[in-house]
Every structure is written in structure tokens, then in C-alpha cells.
């Protein structure tokens, strides 16, 4: 991964979100194993994701679920993005 955020490519996304669900996991003090089994995932899985950021968007939602982290997910794509500064103030005065 790179220090400049504006360069970020997919896979450093990708490796960043395996690291901190990896960091999630060691924090609740569940193995790769206990994860898998709570999760319905298989334990190849849960290993490659953590290894290479791989996953299925399911598997990740069920994962998620486990950490509880769902309503991160829950919130994906849910920020508007504004193309003038007049879509913000006429957002607001609605």
C-alpha cells in the first residue's frame, strides 16, 4: 500500500479492508477457524481474504455480520456526491 490516499488502486483498498478485518477479528479474539464457522465461510476463504483481499461480497456481508460491523457495509455508496456547489445548498433547503 502507498501513504497517498488519492493513489490508492483497488487492490490496496482491497488489502486494507482484509487488514483491518483481520485486526477486527484478533481484537474480539477469534481464530481464523471460529470466524469461519460463525460466518458460514469456509476457513480457504477466510484465509485467502485475509491473505489477498479476495472475497465474495456475501461472504464479506456474513463476516461483517459476525464482527459486528453490518452497518458499516450497510452504509456503502450511501454518501451523495455533489457536482456544484448549488446541488449542496438546494440538498439543504429541502
Do not use: C, W
Not at 5 to 26: C, M, Q, T
Not at 36 to 47: F, H, I, P
Not at 59 to 88: C, N, Q, W
Amino acid at each position: 500500500m502507498n501513504d497517498f490516499d488519492f493513489l490508492k488502486s483497488p487492490k490496496d483498498v482491497r488489502l486494507g479492508i482484509a487488514a483491518r478485518v483481520r485486526e477486527r477479528r484478533r481484537e474480539q479474539k477469534l481464530t481464523q477457524a471460529e470466524l469461519a464457522v460463525r460466518s458460514d465461510v469456509s476457513l480457504g476463504s477466510v484465509k485467502r481474504f485475509e491473505r489477498t483481499g479476495e472475497i465474495s461480497l456475501s461472504s464479506l456481508i456474513r463476516i461483517a455480520f459476525v464482527l459486528g460491523y453490518e452497518d458499516d457495509l450497510d452504509k456503502l455508496f450511501s454518501r451523495r456526491s455533489y457536482t456544484s456547489l448549488e446541488e449542496v445548498i438546494n440538498e439543504r433547503h429541502r
